[in-house]
């Protein structure tokens, strides 16, 4: 019989219909525009690194994205970013990749996480071991992005592992999946998004969006096939920080498209980091008036200090006060 | 090898065609076989298999071919070796993020997909791959559940 029960950051009492009791299913559920970033992981064993980074984020986020090894660059482990952000109070997403583990490790990791607290698993397939740091590393992908959602969903709704054992007390989770509308065969890609919410992705985080024409492609063919309605959609964005910095992501990071427009414009600008924080808050007010957009995603890698004015400036939280999360809410104001 | 995995999903219909046939005729003999001891033949099916479809389709023997689900290309060429789609990782060009000079295995798997009659299959769930099942006759398999089960669905 348990004597004593820990109660962390953003948990509510599940609501009727809701699978998780966290704050961003809540609010992505209720309507609201969401917000989620990423927190950049230190090369640290200090979890004061983890609250200094996510202090930045918080005032203007509904979760915060715990990275695994993302670019297969080693840092913090995905798992203790999320222990030390929910023991400060703070939502969470926690990122699985499946370059570095096999299903064993990976069930046990999905029950240790939901057992701190976490609410939010995003699913991912995860960059080849050859762009990151120890290109010599051992590639699992034991599982892909797919079967990894069919797997945590099963844990869930089933209460089984893969192997269908049964899960004594099943991981209450909201489970994310990643989408890329701007890498080919593009026709394929709404698709692949349908066979992931088909295995259970119920919110979706998409890749860096430079190019809201693709963006709009994209977003018609998932109205067409309904989609926008059978998941969350939340779209990536970041500001840039010079143009040598965009032609870099563009041609040593997986997965980004980045149009020489772009390029040009910050090429063309007296402070280039500055127009790179105006290129963002331009493209997520467009983003955000596409229909099916229910939200965006700031990956603002080395400047996370810039995440709490670039959405401000966007106005996407319209009434929302912004305020950090646990803090007392301004009287009046319409939060969550 | 590549040249002929190319004609595989080039021709991915007609392969798609002989593969039916192929597999009809092997699930109509399974009883039979089974019935004569074919489950003793795993080295020499093995062999056979990994000769034919390594020659066609660059097959790693996985164990579990999926090749009439996945546009006659075998996802196992995939460096991720991702059996349920492309990764976010295709470049613009439409090569691997992780090897520059191969074109994405699940885009030739798509086009090939797009010229069968069941090309419609890309879009299943395929389960994660069993891996003790690596090296061993996927055929073989196929025709012994098919015997032991009697007349289930393919």
Known sequence: MSVHRIEFGDSYPPLPGHVSGGRLERVLRSGRFAVTAELN???SADPEEIYQRALVLSEVCDAINATDASGANCHMSSLGICALLKAAGYSAVMQISCRDRNRIAIQGDVLGAAALGVHNVLCLTGDGVEAGDQPGA????????ITLLDTIRAMRDEGRFLS???????????????????APPFDWRPRRLAKKIAAGAQFVQTQYCFDVARLRAFMSEIRDGGLHKACFILVGVGPLASARAARWMRSNVPGVHIPDSVIQRLEGAADQRQEGKRLCVELIQEISEIEGVRGVHVMAYRQEELVNDIIRDSGVLKNRAPRAQGAEPTPGAEII | MRALRRLATRHAGPFERLYLVCDR??????????????ERLERPAAVLESWTKGALFDCNMCGRCVLAATGMTCPMNCPKGLRNGPCGGVRANGNCEIEAALRCVWLEAWEGAGRMRHGGRIGELQAPLDHRLKGSSAWLRRMVERARLGSAPP
């Open chain 1, 41 to 43: 992981p230190p090369d």
């Open chain 1, 138 to 145: 051992k590639p699992v992908f034991d599982l892909d992005s």
């Open chain 1, 164 to 182: 269908g054992r049964v899960i004594e007390s099943p991981p209450r989770l909201f489970l994310g999946a990643a989408a890329n509308p701007f």
């Open chain 2, 25 to 38: 005729l092997a699930l109509a003999l399974a009883p039979l076989l089974v019935k004569a001891g074919l």
